[in-house]
């Protein structure tokens, strides 16, 4: 019967609806998560990197002590910034670091060396590479926050798709096999309390049911016929 076929198709087609609504929920939280954490490691490692920088160099030995404690002390100051600098070199993540970075380059040895000018040029554009970090990582939790409410609301368009589909498929169903099977049912108990005249009755019938109904008319008249004579 094709009004079987459209129902088993319409069933079908509601389950696969809400198996995609549910993986396409978990796809986007899932996709979220990785991203979030990735961008926060990433900038989290200039930070840190800035942050030995500018410690090195608060720590500078200028005065004080014998100078050969001095010298070794600067060194090994100058030795951890060099490696402080080396791990933001190799970490650039977003393309306004690269600037700073050479900046930091170019004056930091003069730093050292006990350039007070040199120093806080230095200390600015570490400040600086702080701040475009820090900035990436706020960009980048609002992009997240922005995809999540994309997914939120996808999620909510496909559930209210699916709902008003259901309700169309529910008075599909009520409209082609609940009324007509129910149309059948009081016909039969009417046959057997008696009333030998009911006949199968309705308007905008599937041609399935059309069929069924002329059936059973049929053998309700022949039945009659039978029992007439």
Known sequence: ???????????????????????????????????????????????????????????????????????????????????????????????????????????????????????????????????INREAMIKADLRARQFGQAGAWGVVFMGTTIFFLGMLFKRNLNQNIVRPIEEIDSVISAYRNGDIMRRCSGADLPSDFRSVFHGINEILDQSQLMYKS
């Open 1 to 131: 019967m094709r009004i079987a076929q459209a129902t088993h198709i319409g069933a079908w087609l509601l389950i696969w609806l809400n198996v995609l609504m549910a993986l396409g929920s978990i796809w986007i939280f899932t996709r979220m998560s990785p991203a979030i954490k990735e961008i926060i490691e990433q900038n989290e490692h200039s930070l840190e990197a800035c942050e030995k920088m500018l410690a090195s160099l608060a720590m500078l030995n200028s005065s004080g002590g014998l100078k050969e404690e001095r010298e070794a002390e600067n060194k090994a100051l100058y030795a951890k910034f060099i490696d402080a600098l080396n791990r933001a070199k190799n970490n650039i993540t977003e393309k306004e670091e690269s600037g700073a970075i050479k900046m930091v380059d170019d004056h930091f040895k003069s730093a050292f060396g006990g350039d007070y000018t040199a120093k806080a040029k230095t200390v600015e554009a570490i400040i600086l590479l702080g701040k």
